[in-house]
């Protein structure tokens, strides 16, 4: 079904989560760079120069860390989710990740997405409208949730080439691939 900015899955986690205390959160920061003594160079004729401070003895670089959001972070643990987004976001996720762990926020993180194994689900189940009935095509045919998965969004063949490559830094990153033996009411054959 569709959602806008965010579908039902990802609302329900906000909604289990947020209660117990998971937060959106943000880093941001300056960078401050202060120069504290003067340097010295010896000449070729063995004296000594010193240097003088600059006339700004601090430098500031303003937002140098900026806009880097997790979904949700309570104490040093950091999770997300990613549910057919496009792949690019695991790119953001994982620098927040690392950037957050680099800054001394969190000490782990975790990241929620599909399995591909979930394919043969989307194959054959009926795409919603946002009044809950199916979404037909032109000739009254129901359209399939596959066409809304498609291979540029998230999961985890997209992942994991991302993390094998070390785009997280030092952060350990849990990784969750949701599976049809998950879902309650679907059948495996």
């Not at 965010?6 to 906000?14: A, G, T």
């Not at 070729?44 to 959001?69: C, T």
């Not at 999961?155 to 991302?162: Q, T, V």
Request: with cysteine; aromatic share 8%.
């Amino acid at each position: 079904m569709p959602g806008g900015n965010e579908s039902v899955i990802p609302k329900q986690f906000s909604t289990a989560l947020r209660p117990h205390n998971w937060y959106e959160t943000r880093v941001q920061g300056d960078l401050v760079i202060r120069v504290t003594e003067q340097s010295e160079d010896v000449l070729p004729n063995g004296k000594l120069k010193k240097h003088k401070l600059p006339e700004k003895p601090e430098i500031v670089v303003e937002n140098y860390i900026d806009g880097h959001k997790i979904d949700y972070v309570k104490g040093r643990v950091a999770l997300d989710m990613e549910w057919n987004s496009k792949d690019q976001t695991y790119d953001r996720d994982l620098y927040a990740f690392r950037m957050f762990h680099e800054c001394g926020i969190i000490s782990v993180a975790a990241l929620i997405t599909r399995s591909e194994k979930l394919n043969p689900v989307f194959d054959v189940t009926p795409l919603l409208k946002k009044d809950g009935t199916t979404d037909v095509d032109k000739e009254g045919n129901p359209k399939l949730c596959k066409q809304k998965y498609g291979a540029s969004t998230t999961w985890m063949g997209k992942l994991l080439y991302r993390l094998n490559a070390g785009r997280h830094g030092g952060c350990p990153v849990l990784v969750f691939g949701i599976r049809p033996d998950v879902i309650i009411d679907w059948e495996t054959s």
